[in-house]
């Protein structure tokens, strides 16, 4: 099982939304976390950055997957039109 490790942007962005849309996504990322690699039709590689993307509804988690470290860095939490900005 990789361990998840949440940037500050992260963290804030997180804290400023509605607790059960923020309860969601911490679900969604946890469920990530068993098994990154399980194919999911939410989840696509990002071209022209490192990482991947997770698709919650209007949000979107940009994360990246350590695989020598067992580490899921999500580095990104935000609305559809703002995360790739």
Do not use: C
Request: hydrophobic share 45%; proline share 6%; charged share 25%.
């Amino acid at each position: 099982m990789f361990s998840i490790e949440y940037s500050k942007v992260a963290r804030k962005a997180l804290k400023a939304m509605p607790r059960n849309t923020a309860r969601l996504i911490i679900e969604k990322i946890d469920a990530l976390a068993t098994d990154p690699m399980a194919p999911n039709n939410n989840v696509k590689k990002l071209t022209g950055h490192p990482g991947y993307r997770l698709r919650v509804g209007d949000w979107r988690i940009v994360y990246t997957i350590h695989e020598h470290a067992l580490v899921i860095a999500v580095v990104r939490i935000a609305p559809r039109g703002e995360v790739y900005q």
